[in-house]
């Protein structure tokens, strides 16, 4: 029965088992430590032989629920919650790769991630090689030797572009090496890496988990085997997410169903409206019909996310006013919110880059990215056009 349950009921109904209060909603464990029943179970916990609490850090009820529900959804075998969507990247790299090892890594990866292999993974002698999402034909020669993971974003950010994920799936396993996705711009609604062959999916939950602007988050879910080094790297090292946290999420994955489906078609809708729009060199939206992998983008997600992007015309500066224009949209470096954001990753979250590095991951100087929220359709495109006017 459990099993043939579908993804809306799952993410209502799992649920840790009631106490004996017989309360409906999952409640909330803001305890940092937990009681052994005496001396011959608290050893057996920590030998790992029987299931239980220990400490916050190394687990709580909460967020054991979050993960059960997580991986129900993923079809994933286990995971671990993190405090943040970076440090869910962070771990799900460190607590696997070695001095020495090699990381092939797709160029449009979020900017911390970024860091992470530029700046930080050399002072341990972990390198990596940038792939072109769009030039998947050009990675299987860039698999060295001591190559261990893939790591992807797709759809990726801001760009939309997409990479097969069966495809990739394959490449991996013929290669040995451990396929990593970051899912967050699709969700479990949208999309499950793993079935394509992903070994890991990693969230930012900050973003569509919550839907809510709320809290920041994270989660690695995948394969036992690799959880299980995980778990113990983020055991000793300390980036739990905290129990009030994974209560807020596991809450939001209730209505993740239904806030997806409506992201997505006003998400659709905002696209098409904008499509022959005349002050707009082009609109990407992975359900467009003119996305360039629209046809990968059916195949492996259910709708085409919450994100559109589209290219000003007039570039940077036209970038800028249009943002200054705007009347009800927010002005924030966020996505995924109830609240229709827009950014101009030019001027802002990829300001430091040069321009022909940021054309280098599609960031054309006028492009902006909207995260379309739950607001009525009407007023989004209305504050949008109103904005593409008034910034001419
Ligand atoms: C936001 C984001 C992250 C980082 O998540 P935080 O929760 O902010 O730490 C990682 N990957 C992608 C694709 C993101 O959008």
């Known amino acids: 029965m459990e099993d043939k349950r579908n993804f809306e009921t799952d993410a209502i109904r799992a649920q840790t088992e009631r106490t004996t209060f017989r309360e409906h909603s999952v409640p909330l464990y803001l305890t940092s430590s937990f009681v052994f029943e005496d001396a011959e179970q608290a050893r057996a916990l920590f030998a790992d032989e029987v299931p239980g609490n220990i400490y916050t850090r190394f687990s709580n009820p909460n967020n054991t629920e979050l993960i059960n529900k997580l991986c129900l959804l993923e079809g994933t075998e286990d995971g671990i919650a993190t405090a943040s969507g970076m440090a869910a990247m962070y771990c799900s790299m460190a607590a696997l790769l070695?001095?020495?090892?090699?990381?092939?890594?797709?160029?449009?990866?979020?900017?911390?991630?970024?860091?992470?292999?530029?700046?930080l993974f050399p002072r341990f002698n972990i390198s990596h090689t940038y792939v072109d999402l769009n030039a998947p034909s050009t990675w299987e020669s860039k698999i060295l030797p001591n190559t261990k993971m893939i790591f992807v974003e797709t759809p990726s950010n801001p760009a939309l572009d997409i990479i097969d994920l069966e495809w990739l799936g394959k490449l991996a396993?013929?290669?040995?090496?451990?396929?990593?996705?970051?899912?967050?711009?699709?969700?479990?609604?949208?999309?499950?890496?793993?079935?394509?062959?992903?070994?890991?999916?990693?969230?930012?939950?900050t973003k569509f988990i919550d839907g809510q602007g709320r809290v920041i988050g994270g989660a690695i879910l995948g394969r036992k085997d690799l959880i299980k080094e995980i778990r113990f790297f983020a055991r000793h090292t300390g980036p739990s997410m905290s129990p009030f946290n994974a209560w807020v999420l596991s809450k939001s994955l209730e209505t993740l169903a239904v806030r997806m489906d409506r992201h997505c078609e006003n998400a659709n809708s905002v696209a098409k409206h904008l499509q022959s729009h005349s002050q707009l060199e082009y609109v990407?939206?992975?359900?467009?019909?003119?996305?360039?992998?629209?046809?990968?983008?059916?195949?492996?997600?259910?709708?085409?996310?919450?994100?559109?992007t589209f290219e000003v015309k007039g570039g940077i500066e036209r970038g800028r006013r249009f943002l200054n224009a705007l009347k009800m949209l927010s002005h924030s470096a966020n996505l995924g919110d109830t609240r229709t954001i827009a950014t101009h990753p030019a001027s802002t979250t990829h300001s430091k880059l040069s321009e022909a590095e940021r054309l280098a991951v599609g960031i054309t100087p006028g492009l902006i990215r909207v995260s379309v929220g739950l607001e009525n359709l009407n007023d989004i495109i209305a504050d949008i056009d109103q904005a593409l006017l008034a910034s001419q």
């Open 284 to 308: 990407k939206y992975p359900f467009l019909p003119s996305h360039p992998q629209f046809e990968l983008a059916k195949k492996q997600m259910r709708l085409g996310g919450g994100v559109v």
């Open 98 to 119: 070695k001095a020495g090892d090699h990381v092939l890594a797709s160029r449009s990866v979020f900017g911390s991630t970024h860091q992470i292999l530029n700046t």
């Open 173 to 205: 396993n013929k290669h040995k090496l451990i396929l990593n996705v970051d899912n967050c711009f699709a969700t479990p609604y949208l999309q499950n890496p793993a079935k394509w062959g992903a070994h890991l999916v990693t969230h930012s939950a």
